[in-house]
């Protein structure tokens, strides 16, 4: 037995030995496999390196070759771009002296192009002034012979400028043309001056017109007249007096505006006050007159101050304070001058119970006196009514009104 277990014992020495040095055998050819593998990378590496590197060489023989080139290139290049840079100065220089030449040109073409217009439109003048002239000499011949009966040739010479013109001194000095017939002296003659006799015929002309026409019926055209301004006169008086009383009509409709005006601005001030105070506990609320001075054109500016804010303007408040505002408004307009009935359409939308609350104790004072015809959707303001009237839709879609009587109610 204990040679077995002896043998066992070297048996299984054996066995991690032989295990061992399979394992280490296992290590050593996959170190020898990694040393081929490398071994043949390295060979693969140094021929790729080889070829590189003779690629390199043929590249930098081929770099020299082109360096070589490109000297005899860039030597050839400057030259032409010498011989450029020469032709452009030729070109430039000829250029600027052909611009000068077009500028010397051009302005030679304005300058004839401008006396060229000049002419032109002497020339339009002239012949403009020639067909004037012309129109007027044909005139002067229809005129002479339909107011003289006489050709122009007749008319030149029997009184052209180379014949004397007869003149005669009047009373005041003055000189008239063809009235020396009947009068007892003879008329002077004297040369022909055209600014001489223009100047008679202007003076004869004036002297003409301020005649005038000569009207047999002006005798009763002034009676006429006469009685037309008198009329006329008449209805003016009465019109101003009209006026008068018209003005008067105004002033004393004015001053009873006025007085109305102050009555009721004094009672809705005093109902406002305190119907802000109701709805706004601890606020301040007034109204006031943009120009107290002149109450026919003064307007109304409200000012409300909710408690605990510094603000007036009712912009800056909120929907439900701007929308309480208007109701306190409204119910000092009711109790200042109240109505038979009132129609309210939500006024109460967008206030909150408090609010509401306080709203409908207003309601209740003002349904005392007069009937409230009210729009709302709130249950709180149903309560309060005596009739509630609505409209629905029946099933076949037909709309019907219907109505519910809360309290027995007498009428007011």
Same mark, same amino acid.
Request: hydrophobic share 40%; glycine share 6%; net charge negative.
């Given at each position: ?124 003048? +002239? ?31 029997? @009184? ?5 013109? $007869? ?23 004297? $040369? ?44 003016? +008086? ?26 009721? @601005? ?14 706004? $506990? ?23 101050? $909710? ?34 009935? @009132? ?8 206030? +909150? ?9 207003? @309601? ?49």
């Amino acid at each position: 037995a204990e040679r077995a277990r002896d043998a066992r014992q070297a048996e299984m020495d054996a066995r991690l030995a032989l295990r061992t040095s399979e394992e280490r055998a296992r290590a050593l050819h996959g170190r020898a496999d990694g040393l081929r593998r490398s071994a043949a990378k390295e060979r693969e590496q140094r021929a790729q390196a080889a070829a590189r590197r003779e690629r390199v060489l043929r590249e930098g023989r081929a770099a020299e070759a082109v360096s070589a080139a490109v000297g005899v290139v860039l030597h050839r290049l400057e030259t032409s771009i010498q011989q450029a840079a020469d032709a452009r100065a030729e070109v430039e220089e000829a250029r600027r002296g052909r611009e000068e030449q077009l500028r010397a040109v051009r302005g030679q073409l304005r300058d004839l192009a401008k006396e060229h217009e000049e002419l032109v439109s002497s020339v339009h003048r +002239d012949e403009v002034a020639r067909t004037q002239q012309r129109m007027r000499i044909e005139q002067l011949e229809n005129r002479t012979l339909e107011e003289l009966g006489l050709e122009p040739d007749a008319l030149v010479a029997d @009184y052209g400028p180379d014949q004397l013109v $007869p003149v005669q001194g009047d009373q005041d000095g003055a000189t008239t043309e063809g009235e020396g017939e009947d009068d007892e002296a003879a008329p002077e003659a004297v $040369p022909f001056v055209r600014d001489e006799q223009v100047k008679r015929l202007k003076a004869a002309e004036r002297a003409l017109s301020m005649l005038g026409k000569v009207n047999p019926l002006a005798l009763e055209e002034f009676s006429a007249l006469e009685e037309r301004h008198q009329f006329l006169s008449e209805q003016l +008086d009465d019109l101003r007096r009209t006026r008068k009383d018209l003005l008067e009509i105004v002033k004393d409709v004015d001053d009873r505006v006025e007085q109305v005006f102050r009555e009721a @601005y004094a009672d809705v001030e005093k109902a406002f006050d305190a119907t802000f105070a109701r709805l706004f $506990p601890g606020g301040e609320g007034r109204l006031v007159l943009t120009d107290p001075s002149d109450m026919l054109t003064t307007g109304v500016e409200v000012e409300a101050r $909710p408690p605990g804010k510094k603000v007036k303007r009712l912009s800056l408040l909120s929907g439900g304070e701007r929308s309480l505002v208007a109701v306190a408004f409204l119910v000092a307009l009711f109790k200042a001058r109240p109505s038979p009935f @009132y129609i309210l359409d939500e006024v109460e939308a967008a206030l +909150d119970d408090t609010n509401l609350g306080r709203l409908l104790e207003i @309601y209740e004072e003002l349904r005392e006196n007069s009937q409230l015809l009210v729009i709302t959707h709130q249950k709180r303001t149903m309560e309060v009514g005596d009739a509630l009237y609505g409209v629905t839709m029946r099933g076949d879609g037909v709309s019907a009104v219907i109505s519910q009587r809360l309290r027995d109610t007498e009428p007011a």
